[in-house]
């Protein structure tokens, strides 16, 4: 595959709820794609679908209509435990609420993904450690969630959700919790990490996303627009 080989390529992808009032179109007709080592900006007004995009691309939610590929291989098409597969091996998911196991150190945390694939015990909190290195945290393993700050907890959940390798972390208001120093810190790290050839997309009211993002695209009542950030 060339570089420009698109790591997610979304087409007519749609998904709508039933609700008292009727049926919700959160999301409608929604295309584009993105290349490995892109910071990708979804923004738009509460309600506008930006959580229910990123379920989709996780495959947490079916779609009703359209088609998502990652890396070529179609989510679509996946069944549950391939599924699953995917989120442990190729796509990453971060949100606004980390959920750390408190009983558990920084370290075993981010060491868990890794145990649900298999991997030896050692050889498991070796990566987790070189993942914990990779956003800053070298200093903090044996730690205990509890004593973070909240932008260390949310670095503790990207190198979580990066520890098996994935290419693709999705961020759903990954800085909702956070200050504006601390919530830039953050938008810096997903710039380096997009530097190390991560696709990063991130749904975010944070008006800063746009600053550090290669692509900004527009959600409005499940629609998408699409434009050039900078
Ligand atoms: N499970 C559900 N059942 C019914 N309606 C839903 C469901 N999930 C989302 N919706 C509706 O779909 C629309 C889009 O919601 P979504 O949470 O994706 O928006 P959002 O842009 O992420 O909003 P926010 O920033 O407030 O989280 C909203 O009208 C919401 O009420």
């Known amino acids: 595959m060339g570089a420009d080989h698109a790591l997610l390529d ?18 409608e007709d929604v295309s ?9 900006c979804v923004h738009g007004a509460s309600g ?3 959580s ?8 947490l939610l079916v779609p009703d209509a359209g088609q998502i590929l990652v890396d ?3 989510i679509g098409g996946a069944t549950d435990a391939e599924r699953s597969r995917l989120r442990l091996d190729t796509i990453g998911v971060v949100f606004q609420d980390v959920r750390l ?8 945390n981010v060491a868990l993904p890794l145990e649900a694939k298999r991997v030896r015990h050692g050889e498991a909190f070796r990566r987790a450690a070189s993942a914990l290195d990779g956003v800053g945290l070298s200093g903090v393993l044996d730690r205990f969630p509890g004593t973070l700050s909240g932008g260390q907890c949310q670095r503790v959940g990207i190198a ?10 999705l961020a759903d208001e990954p800085t909702g919790a956070l200050d504006p120093t601390t919530s830039r ?36 009542g499940g629609r998408l627009r699409i434009g050039v950030a900078g």
Request: proline share 2%; with cysteine.
């Open 10 to 27: 979304v087409q007519g992808l749609s998904r709508a709820f039933d609700s008292p009032a009727g049926t919700v179109r959160a999301v």
């Open 32 to 40: 584009f794609t993105a290349r490995a080592g892109q910071l990708v």
């Open 48 to 50: 506008s679908g930006k």
């Open 52 to 59: 229910t995009l990123v379920n989709l691309l996780s495959g």
């Open 72 to 74: 070529s291989v179609s």
């Open 101 to 108: 196991i408190e009983e558990f150190t920084v370290l075993e």
């Open 160 to 169: 979580r959700a990066l520890v098996g390798g994935q290419r693709l972390l």
């Open 185 to 220: 810190e953050v938008f810096e790290l997903f710039r380096a990490l997009c530097g190390d050839g991560v696709l990063v997309v991130v749904c975010s009211h944070d008006p800063q996303a746009l600053e550090f993002a290669d692509v900004a695209m527009e959600m409005s």
